[in-house]
């Protein structure tokens, strides 16, 4: 059994060490932190860092955190009808992309980090994006894209060297922007590969969200796999520091099924038993406000 050592985290916006309020103790012991915990294929459910919040801009953050690459993401829908959510959420994201053109989107190329197998990609040319390009760590999410789709899609992580400077209209991150350790390193990436006046879409947890203060630490935000839990503030500041022209931030409607929402919110046993018997009503779809928030910036302009 591998003990995992933990690493101090920074604050992204400030860059500081330290100098930051605990908000949450870790739900995990140090010695816990084996690799025989996180070998499993289904780790327990809403385990977390300690989390803290930053004196000074309020970010809040996990720290410690493991140093390893171990949390990859999980399958844990696969006991979900994946179909449904991903059109549900195709829908989703579709709407914000729509949303662009009041940003003067222009409809050329489009990437889209962390694009799993290319649902949203396919939406992308559906509403008329001449180019797609996806970039997506998981192997079998890649393996899991249309044929037409799979050959756009570089299965990796985003490095600096993967796309040519200027290479995009739009850039996009789903549910993506807290996972990632270095945010900072990230933006001024996409700023590169951003053409003039380019726009990147950003939609992740907003940790400031009604749903998110009144379930506190069972908030499904509060996860091992976030390093960093933002709020529309936080949002604007890292992408304004990055070097972006922050162009607005607000909260998402999601659409989900009803069978997902109560998954989401994990409701004692007794209530997923009611709900696990509703039978047709678990594939009815709602559109929801549930604790995400988008951010659209621009590459340069004024
Ligand atoms: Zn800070």
Redesign the pocket.
């Known amino acids: 059994m591998t003990r995992i050592e933990l690493r101090r985290t920074r604050?992204a916006?400030?860059d500081?060490e330290g100098n930051a309020r605990e908000i949450y103790p870790a739900t995990l012991s140090e010695n816990d932190f084996t690799s025989s915990v996180f070998s499993a294929r289904r780790r327990p459910d809403r385990i977390h860092y300690r989390i803290v919040r930053?004196n000074?801009?309020g970010?809040i953050r996990s720290d410690p955190v493991a140093d390893c690459d171990l949390l990859n993401r999980l399958d844990t829908e696969s006991h979900f009808d994946y179909e449904q959510e991903t059109s549900n959420l195709a829908h989703t994201y579709g709407r914000a992309l729509a949303g662009l053109s009041r940003f003067g989107m222009r409809h050329g190329s489009l990437l889209e980090i962390g694009c799993g197998n290319g649902f949203f990609l396919r939406e992308a040319l559906r509403q008329g994006m001449r180019e797609v390009a996806g970039v997506e760590p998981s192997r079998e999410a890649v393996a899991a894209a249309r044929s037409d789709i799979r050959p756009r899609i570089h299965c990796g992580v985003m490095k600096p060297e993967l796309f040519e400077p200027d290479a995009f209209d739009v850039v996009c991150l789903f549910q993506v922007f807290d996972h990632v350790p270095d945010p900072r390193g990230l933006l001024r990436e996409c700023l590169r590969v951003l053409r003039p006046d380019g726009l990147l879409l950003a939609v992740n947890h907003n940790v400031r969200a009604v749903s998110s203060r009144l379930l506190r630490e069972r908030s499904p935000i509060i996860d091992i796999e976030h390093t960093y839990f933002y709020d529309p503030w936080t949002m604007r500041r890292i992408a304004a520091d990055s070097g972006f022209r922050v162009r607005a931030t607000g909260s998402i409607w999601n659409t989900y099924s009803l069978e997902y929402l109560l998954k989401l919110l994990h409701l004692p046993g007794p209530l997923q038993a009611v709900a696990a018997s509703g039978g047709p009503l678990r594939r009815l779809n709602l559109t929801v406000p549930l604790g995400n928030l988008y951010l659209v910036a621009q590459k340069g302009g004024s």
């Open positions: 604050c916006i400030c500081t930053c000074d801009c970010l």
